[in-house]
């Protein structure tokens, strides 16, 4: 009877606390899952910018590359009209040199036919002893006449053609030069463009990667949350069906004690002495140092703090730069190893490692009433442990992501956070 008994208090004691503890968990799945949420929807958003980004930056090197081809033809165009300049500038030289060597012959013969022909054009002229020869020789120098004529025509139309190509030659050079110029110019903007672009696009890949890991985070937070949640549900289920079994265990024990001492009452005289009451137990004591042993309700500015150390940040005060967020509980700075007391009796009820918490370890003192003892670097106790007050539960460490090491102590009171300095004896 009496196991049942105390199977049954245990269990009446346990649940309210465990259906407080999943009410916050639930709460915090609830959260994580609005910022997965969200996390989400940004990541979409960026998936589409980054999408909109490399539509543009292959737009705008498949246009750079469409310009390289076009400039490459034109050096080729280029180098096609360099080579015709310099074969028609060669060709020019020796027309030139022709040229001059023919006028100079040209002059030569033209001082020799006037010195000659004048003199033998008068000796005929005045002889004119013989009018055939007269004929033709006047018929001679009227074709030599219109030869070197044509000659000369010939020369300088030749020249004229030469410097119109040159010219038109040199029209289209500089029109390819001007064009190069301008698809030069348009290439160094799609290229200053590009470098944008994939400078745009690169952040996006950063911002979808820091928000992909974020969103990771969270969604690992969710499912620590959410097998948190599962384990207190399923103990809960399971104390609920022990207590009703208890209670039925005790109802039956009860009602066969009864039986059993209205039987020895009728059996014993009346005068039979009676057996001296059971003293109370005496109040809980720890090897630590002074402690409360009074029920947790009327501890208040009684306990003493679980660790010697420094508070590193205080109930209510702002966590970080996030404005939204209060601490829950105090951090205590303590050494590395240093032994984490527990400050008022209690049962284990949670001794594992949990994210955000690190090794962590949650005591139920009754009536709603826990104490939770965060980023330890050794637990020394198991969940269903009964622990006294002062007595080593766990060691400072710095688990849970944590810089340096610190203990985080909280107090919840029914579920709702209470600031552990209301409780625990004035610190220096």
Known sequence: MLRALITLALVCVLQPALADERAQTQQQLDATRQDITELKKLLGKLQEEKSGVQKDLRGTETEMGKLEKQVQELQKELKKSESELERLDGEKKKLQSARVEQQRLIAIQARAAYQNGRQEYLKLLLNQQNPEKFARTLTYYDYLSTARLEQLKSFNETLRQLANVEREIADQQSQLLAQKSSLDTQRDELDKVRKERQQALAKLNSDVKARDAKLQARQQDQADLAKVLKTIEETLARQAREAEQARQKALIAQQEAEKKRQREAEALASDAPRKPARAAPGPLVSSAGESFGGPFATARGKLPWPVDGRLLARFGETRGDDTRTK??????????????????????????????????????????????????????????????????????????????????????????????????????
């Not at 700075?333 to 918490?357: E, I, N, P, Y």
């Not at 009964?386 to 400072?396: D, H, L, Q």
């Not at 460490?397 to 004896?425: E, H, K, M, V």
Request: charged share 15%.
């Open 327 to 428: 601490w829950d509980g105090v951090m205590i700075s303590a050494s590395a190893g240093s032994q984490v007391h527990a400050v008022h009796g209690g049962r284990v009820v949670f001794a594992d490692w949990l994210r955000g918490a690190g090794l962590l370890v949650i005591l139920d003192h009754g009536n709603g009433y826990l104490s939770l003892y965060g980023h330890n670097q050794t637990l020394l106790k198991a969940a269903g442990d009964v622990v006294k007050a002062g007595e080593s539960i766990s060691t400072v460490g710095n688990s849970g992501g944590q810089d340096t090491p610190a203990l985080y102590f909280a107090i919840r009171q029914q579920g709702r956070p209470s600031d552990p300095a209301q409780w625990c004896r004035a610190q220096g």
